[in-house]
């Protein structure tokens, strides 16, 4: 196998940690991350059967493809916790971690066709994919890439049956039908995570949409035969052999379908109030537009930022421009359907754009075992950037949130590294009379020097820009 670690800065953050920072939940290995890298320990009775996939065709066409995160491997003198004779694989981390519950429905559906994809080619090439779960995928910018390298096993040829099927249609597919059919957002698969039992949907829904042949099987079919199924002493009764042919046939229409469904259950009419926000705003003027836009580019040509987290995205016009600017952008906004525009602009033109389904002032918690499977969305964030834009955001913080300047420019300072780029909106603002709902004492009186005796503590001022409507762009830089 070639050692040399293919594009370290380009970031898988796998979970699943224990309090000592290793996963524990697959018998096979464990994970460990280090700040360059993610290493994965192969216990003893595994070393064989990951070795032999390290060495196949089909793991070097995954990796070609980019489907499969890369791997490499590592010996005791690459780092202090490898002993000799143990097998270790190195892998290249993704920023940031997106957990799939901060997906857009287009992400979710790119995910799945992913993991189908990695499924039917390890059929075809006498290989099965036992794992089928949206915690093994990560997005790098808009792709998606599997990072679960010991998912893979070899395949049975005379077994028709996909191990992984079920995992496949609870986390993946239902969550889709629970979309799409029950309005239930996949935000909520944070509380789930093996996915949604069939009865659940089942129960929530119309008789005519029980008979939907899409997933007539998934849900309504497998609810009525749970119900029905009688305990089999002596466990599942044995199914009988099939000549290899047939038995890769029946793998393979069984992907087909689930495809399919996915599709479907995918497409969905995304409704937002925010997502035609940017040409509906009669707040701001073609002048306002303009200057705003060109502001921004310039702040970006003289800073040069690595790596752009942008508050607020919405549809993603300034995170679209700071890719073009050559950073790496994280996207955060709490409106799934102005993301998935976004998400599609960025996956279409291959920029380096990252989009998080959250809420700055709601973040994502930790959740799993002991609360430390999956960081929370501070922990991902804090310290990553060396740009942050919030744009049009503070009076929702303020308003909406009801949190204080000083509060809001200390959770910016543990953001970025060095610059934030502000949009202030006065009191005047016809969008802040809107949200103000009366409550002129307590926030009608703010002021342009409120923020800055709120910030200074943190940042110094070095570029202002007023645009015609009274909105205020500004550029800190931290002390």
Excluded at 65 to 92: F, M, N, T
Excluded at 304 to 323: F, Q, W
Excluded at 329 to 351: F, I, M, P, S
Aim: proline fraction near 7%; glycine fraction near 6%; hydrophobic fraction near 40%.
């Amino acid at each position: 196998m070639d050692r040399t670690l293919p594009n370290p800065s380009a970031a898988p953050e796998i979970t699943d940690f224990d309090s000592t920072g290793w996963t524990f939940r697959d018998p096979a290995g464990r994970l460990h991350l280090e700040a360059q890298c993610a290493l994965r320990h192969i216990q003893p009775g595994a070393e064989t059967a990951v070795r032999d996939f390290l060495e196949s065709p089909l793991r070097r066409s995954l990796e070609e493809s980019g489907e499969l995160i890369r791997s490499v491997l590592a010996g005791p003198g690459d780092y202090a916790c490898i002993r000799p004779g143990e097998l270790w694989l190195q892998h290249p981390r993704i920023f940031p971690i997106a957990y799939p519950w901060e997906w857009t429905t287009a992400q979710w559906r790119a995910a799945a066709q992913l993991t189908l994809s990695v499924a039917e080619r390890a059929v075809k090439a006498g290989w099965l994919l036992k794992d089928a779960t949206p915690l093994n995928v990560v997005f790098s910018a808009a792709r998606p890439v599997l990072v679960d390298a010991l998912s893979l096993q070899r395949r049975d040829p005379h077994c028709g049956i996909w191990p992984a099927y079920g995992q496949f249609v609870r986390t993946f597919l239902l969550p889709l039908v629970a979309a799409k059919c029950l309005s239930w957002p996949l935000e909520n698969t944070l509380f789930w995570r093996d996915g949604y039992e069939p009865r659940t949907i089942y129960g929530g829904l119309y008789p005519w949409q029980r008979l939907n042949p899409y997933w007539l099987d998934v849900v309504t079919l497998a609810t009525l035969f749970e119900s029905r199924q009688k305990p089999r002493r002596g466990g599942a009764a044995p199914v009988p052999p099939r000549n290899p042919e047939a038995a890769e046939f029946v793998l393979l229409r069984q992907i087909s379908r689930l495809r399919r469904q996915t599709d479907y259950a995918a497409r969905q009419q995304k409704t937002s109030a925010w997502i035609g926000y940017s040409k509906s705003a009669t707040h701001y003027g073609a002048n306002d537009v303009e200057a705003k836009q060109s502001f921004v580019s310039e702040v970006l040509v003289r800073c040069k930022p690595g790596r752009l987290l942008d508050i607020g995205a919405n549809t993603g016009t300034y995170s679209v421009l700071a890719a073009e600017a050559g950073a790496d952008v994280v996207a955060v906004d709490h409106d799934a359907g102005a993301l998935e525009v976004l998400w599609k602009t960025a996956a279409q033109r291959g920029l380096a754009i990252t989009p998080l389904v959250a809420n700055i002032a709601r973040p994502t918690p930790a959740v799993g075992w002991k609360n430390s499977e999956q960081l929370s969305l501070l922990d991902r964030l804090e310290g990553q950037f060396d740009f942050v834009l919030m744009l049009a955001v503070i009076h929702h913080l303020i308003l909406r949130e009801q949190l204080p300047l000083r509060h809001i420019a200390e959770l910016c300072s543990s953001l970025t590294r060095r610059w934030i780029l502000l949009e202030w909106v006065p009191p005047s603002d016809p969008m802040y009379q809107e949200w103000l709902r009366g409550r002129d004492d307590l926030y009608g009186r703010f002021t342009e020097d409120d923020l800055f005796r709120a910030f200074s503590p943190y940042f110094q001022l070095q570029s202002r820009q007023r645009l015609e409507n009274g909105r205020v762009l500004l550029l800190f830089e931290r002390w």
